[in-house]
């Protein structure tokens, strides 16, 4: 079959370089794509939130799935989209509806979800620029670091955790009534701080049943340490070896059961990715976030493990056969390196020529911020290449990916030395 996959980061380049493992598709475009997809697939040079010019291709290229890879056009409505369409509504779109997509696109919406039912998570209230008083006195209820979380998408930015009381007030009042995230902060949730370590749990779902992938995770701060300003993400391990049976079982009974039973619940229709944002507090796991999509660069190391047919899974999701579908998982580990422009997540710059690709044995390199440019491939981004490995365990794989790193170069190339410091 012939299919589209709307995005252009590294998690878009995993998703297809698995999808084209699979007899079952014959033809992959991507809009709008990287280096990394031009050189496995068909890039189109398509806004995936241009959902008129998204219906033009998949018209005139009898496309017969979309596969969506980011928030933003889920969260906009392009499940609806298809499914309002008389000439599209035959065509699979793998993603929840816009209600479904709130998740991600509230965290409010979330919380309310999480907490209705019966989802371990933090205490929370929200508030807007009319309740920014009332904000700075719940602060005071609670205790340091105070986390605020702006309401709408804000590119994974848009949450702070600080450690002093005044400074909180003070960036609540910066959030809502001087817009410092935009639209996205003009509702804002204060929650409390849970303390313990983090991991990604990603589930399948069709709506009816689901299957559980690969935990990771994932590493956020630009520093080594996890010290400095927050980024996309930069590395990943899985499986989370903290993460043992009787905490995934947990995992399972007390959160993704009732999630996906929720969506039932609520007529919410989802058939995509859960992404479940994760704390281990003791031993006992609970709810940060929820994203509708894959993570990034948690899809870098999780389809490596997949050892199922993608588009076998997908055909399934769709058609509310999930339940039936063989599901394998790889019992390696697998580990992803980001290297990134210099000066990221801040000011950056673009077009430097990336040297040394062809020398890379024993790992795969996913192109994140990447383009061709006179026939070279350039950087076009903040975060550039994912460096993903096999290993007995994570240590192995992360000295593998390492030792290629040291092959490749651009000018300003940075990447953290310490990825999987804290396992």
């Not at 933090?122 to 209820?141: H, I, M, N, P």
Request: hydrophobic share 40%; with cysteine.
């Amino acid at each position: 079959m012939t299919i589209l996959l709307l995005g252009s980061g590294g998690r878009e380049h995993a998703l297809a370089w698995k999808m084209l493992q699979s007899s079952q598709c014959s033809k992959l475009f991507v809009a709008p794509g990287n280096a990394g997809t031009a050189s496995i697939a068909t890039n189109v040079n398509i806004n995936p939130n241009d959902f008129a010019a998204v219906k033009n291709l998949v018209v005139t290229e009898n496309i017969e799935m979309v596969v969506v890879g980011p928030e933003d056009p889920l969260v906009n409505g392009v499940y609806d989209f298809f499914k309002n369409d008389t000439e599209l509504k035959h065509i699979p779109v793998i993603g929840p509806s816009k209600h479904g997509a709130q998740l991600e696109g509230s965290k409010e919406f979330a919380k309310e979800f999480l907490v209705k039912h019966n989802i371990p998570t933090a205490r929370y209230q929200s508030f807007t620029k009319d309740t920014v008083e009332a904000g700075c006195e719940f602060l005071t209820t609670l205790k340091a670091p105070y986390v605020l979380k702006a309401d709408g998408l804000a590119a994974g930015k848009g949450v702070l955790i600080l450690n002093d009381l005044a400074e909180a007030q003070q960036e609540l009042k910066n959030m809502l009534v001087d817009a410092k995230f935009g639209e996205a902060s003009s509702k804002v949730v204060i929650e409390e701080f849970l303390d313990g370590i983090e991991l990604s749990c990603f589930v399948l779902t069709d709506g009816k049943s689901y299957k559980i992938l690969p935990t990771a995770k994932d590493y956020k701060r630009i520093g080594e340490g996890d010290t400095g300003l927050n980024t996309g993400g930069m590395g990943a391990v899985s499986p989370v070896p903290f993460a043992d049976a009787e905490f995934l079982q947990k995992i399972e009974d007390r959160i993704v059961k009732p999630t996906i039973n929720g969506f039932q619940q609520d007529n919410i229709d989802y058939k995509g990715f859960v992404f479940i944002g994760l704390i281990k507090v003791g031993n006992d796991p609970f709810v940060i976030e929820y994203n509708v999509r894959m993570g990034d660069p948690e899809t870098e190391v999780v389809m490596p493990r997949l050892q199922s047919d993608l588009v076998e899974i997908f055909k399934a999701m769709a058609n509310q056969t999930l339940d039936q579908v063989e599901f394998e998982i790889d019992s390696r580990s697998a580990t992803t390196i980001m290297v990134v422009s210099g000066g990221y997540p801040e000011d950056y710059e673009k077009g430097k020529v990336i040297s040394g690709l062809e020398n890379v044995e024993g790992s795969i390199v996913f192109h994140a911020g990447t383009a061709l440019k006179d026939g070279r491939v350039v950087t076009n981004g903040g975060r550039v290449l994912a460096v993903t490995s096999y290993g007995d365990n994570f240590k192995e794989a992360i000295a593998q990916s390492y030792a290629n790193i040291e092959k490749l170069h651009f000018e300003k190339m940075y990447y953290r030395k310490d990825i999987g410091f804290d396992l």
